[in-house]
């Protein structure tokens, strides 16, 4: 989300595809030969999944949940895996894809502090035990004017949240993400105030639509995608979905979160998609899909809440001019 670069979305074409679509679907074939796909016992197929987490690229096996898929055209794998923001590697769109190899996903845990009754810290395996990985086909869009339709793997937040056990005093979660100038080049420069931190109120993170994301497209998160774990909130703007996910904190007080610190009058804490509230320096009114290119492809129309209109009573009797 560079804040000085192309301010209407209009983008440059695509400069580093890493993992072609070829080499995508030769994996899954391969996979699929090797049988995984098709064990049906319960610690076999833990095995497998935790087996894949260690490996990009790897199989991760998810049921889809037709209640969560809209049933617009998928972005392809390989729009979705090199056209990134992710500045713990970069600023550029390019530079995840190019730059996120680096990043070391196993061993891997999430620490969840705060106002929680029963602190404690998951380790991969554990969070992908943690409830049933449902595939779900959101839409994701992002603040500066562009968004993706992706198959994501993960479940509810709320599944998590409901295992720790909040206390009264805890009003919002807050989300950091890995901070390691060894790992992400792009830490070391100061383009934001590291960790990334993101956050929500306890109810939006309660939402079933709030995901947990473990997977992507039948497969682990790439790295650039924010492997091992991220979040995905489908109903606002993309930066609300933090990558690379190793604390969540529960808390009293409103996050002070990285976009809100380095510019609060653009990046509020709420960010719900409205096409209705321009940002101070461009249009929210539409949007153009990733992959729908070309001189004459339309943009189209943003929706409010990025069409997820369920999410509108979390909103009652709010200003969303004010709560932007
Ligand atoms: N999380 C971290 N840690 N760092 C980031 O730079 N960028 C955000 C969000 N999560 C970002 C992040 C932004 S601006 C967007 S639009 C989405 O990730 C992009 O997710 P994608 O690259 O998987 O499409």
């Known amino acids: ?29 391969f996979i699929k030969t090797l049988g995984l796909g098709a064990i049906a016992g319960t610690s076999l197929w833990e095995m497998s999944q935790r087996a894949a987490h260690a490996q990009s690229g790897a199989r991760l096996a998810a049921k889809l949940n037709p209640g969560y898929a809209v049933l617009d055209k998928q972005t392809s794998f390989k729009d979705a895996t090199s056209y990134n923001n992710f500045y713990e590697f970069g600023t550029d769109k390019s530079d995840p894809a190019e730059n996120a190899h680096t990043l070391k996903t196993r061993p891997w845990t999430v620490a969840i502090e705060g106002e929680v009754k029963k602190p404690q810290v998951l380790d991969l ?8 990985l449902e595939e779900r086909v959101y839409r994701l869009r992002c603040v500066e004017g562009w968004s993706m339709v992706i198959p994501w793997i993960g479940y509810s937040l709320s599944e998590l949240i409901k295992k720790v056990e909040p206390n009264g005093n805890a009003k919002f979660v807050e989300f950091h993400s890995l901070a390691d100038p060894k790992q992400m080049p792009g830490v070391r420069s100061a383009v934001l105030d590291w960790p990334y931190v993101e956050g929500l109120r306890l109810d939006e993170a309660m939402h079933p639509l709030a995901l947990l994301t473990l997977g992507m497209y039948g497969q682990v998160l790439p790295n650039q ?15 609300k979905s933090a990558k690379s996910i190793v604390k969540i904190r529960f808390t009293r007080d409103m996050p002070r979160t990285s976009w809100w610190l380095a510019n609060p009058r653009e990046y509020g804490f709420y960010s719900n998609v409205n096409p209705e509230v321009d940002h101070p320096r461009w249009s929210q009114a539409s949007e153009r899909r990733v992959g729908e290119d070309g001189f ?13 209109a369920e999410v509108a009573s979390l909103y009652s009797g709010m200003d969303l001019r004010k709560y932007y």
């Not at 995608?225 to 930066?239: H, I, S």
């Not at 129309?301 to 997820?308: A, I």
Request: zero cysteines; glycine letters at 6%; a positive charge.
């Open 225 to 239: 995608n924010g492997a091992p774990v991220r979040l995905t909130v489908p109903w606002k703007y993309g930066f």
């Open 296 to 308: 004459f492809a339309k943009k189209r129309k943003t929706l409010m809440f990025n069409g997820y």
């Open 1 to 29: 989300m560079r804040i000085h670069r192309r301010p209407n979305g209009i983008d440059l074409p695509f400069s580093s595809e890493i993992t072609p679509q070829a080499v995508f679907e030769q994996r899954r074939r």
């Open 125 to 132: 395996d554990a969070l992908l035990k943690l409830a049933p």
